[in-house]
């Protein structure tokens, strides 16, 4: 598995770009940012300008948030300034955001996805090619590319694309037009295995080869008893923020876990988030993260996702010692055997 860092979702811009440097002095395989207070796209112009060697990736860029071509120019960009470097990660995020947050268009998410990202390569082919853009479908139409607006073929090659999926649809999605899946982290082992995997080799024929599977998977790390205590208060809080949300009801109804999502829900609805906490035992725990020493978590990540994730990274919703994550890298590394 290649080992990747994320930027924390409250980082400024400077914090992105500091955190990007100390990724790749620290050996790290990728650095990915998401799109919350900032701009992904520009957090990563300053990640890519201020490094040479790591891979960056947009997790995720919310692409009904804008349209394929904007999404196009952007990514080709990025490409350029990195210098090969960037992949190119999407997401739907939900209707109320899409709607009230950004004032456009929702409906079908996983076919409008699907077609997005057919449009997104369309437009690269013509510009590869220098071809007449001519991409009509049920939700985006691009039918004009002058010399003008051309940027011509990217001299690095065009950025692979992954998209995260939760629901069925959106992952057979993945598996038809994308290069890679971005697991969602409230995801079980027994769920990747046994239902994502599956879904995906039917979208895709049988074959996974050349596609990637990526997860950023929760961890407790801690330096001493007190610090790993708040390091699992923090992911119980984290998976019962989750959870209680229904469009990630499927993961916890797997488990057998359906009413435990609907008791969520409810306290959220209520603001209860010390109550929603509460209510994820160990065994819920235990299937969403991983608990323990530097050398325990790795093991536990290779035994679980070993064979089947080929990016994977650490989720720590809390402040964690940067050496406890090093510790983790260095074991998980594929340059270290």
Known sequence: MLVDVTAAVTASPDDVEEAAVLAEADGFDGFAAAETRHDVFTVLTLAARATTRISLQSAIAVAFARNPMSVAVL????????????????????????????????????????????????????????????????????????????????????????????GDLMVRAAGRVADGLLVHPLTS?????????????????????????????????????????????????????????????????????????????????????????????DDVLDAFAVVGDPAVVAAALRKRFGGVLDRISLYTPYEVDRQLVAGVTAMLSTRSG
């Open 189 to 281: 082992a027994d769920y990747l295995h046994g239902h994502l995997v599956p879904l995906l080799r039917g979208a895709r024929g049988g074959d996974l080869d050349g596609f990637s599977l990526e997860m950023s998977v929760m961890v407790v790390l801690g330096a001493d008893e007190a610090a790993r205590r708040e390091a699992e208060r923090a992911v119980r809080e984290q998976i019962a923020f989750y959870a209680s949300t229904p469009a990630y009801r499927p993961l916890l109804e797997a488990h057998g876990w359906g009413e435990l999502a609907d008791r969520l829900n409810l306290l959220s609805r209520r603001q209860a988030w010390a109550e929603m906490a509460a209510a994820i035992d």
């Open 75 to 166: 990514a080709n960009d990025l490409q350029l300034i990195s210098r090969g470097r960037f992949r190119l990660g999407l997401g739907s995020q939900v209707k109320p955001h899409i709607e009230r947050r950004f004032a456009m268009p929702w409906g079908k998410p996983a076919a409008r996805m699907e077609e997005f990202v057919a449009a997104v390569r369309a437009i690269w082919a013509a510009w590869e090619t220098g071809d007449r853009l001519m991409f009509r479908g049920e939700f985006y139409r691009h039918t004009l590319m002058s010399d003008y607006f051309n940027p011509g073929p990217n001299r690095f090659g065009n950025p692979p694309i992954a998209l995260a999926a939760v």
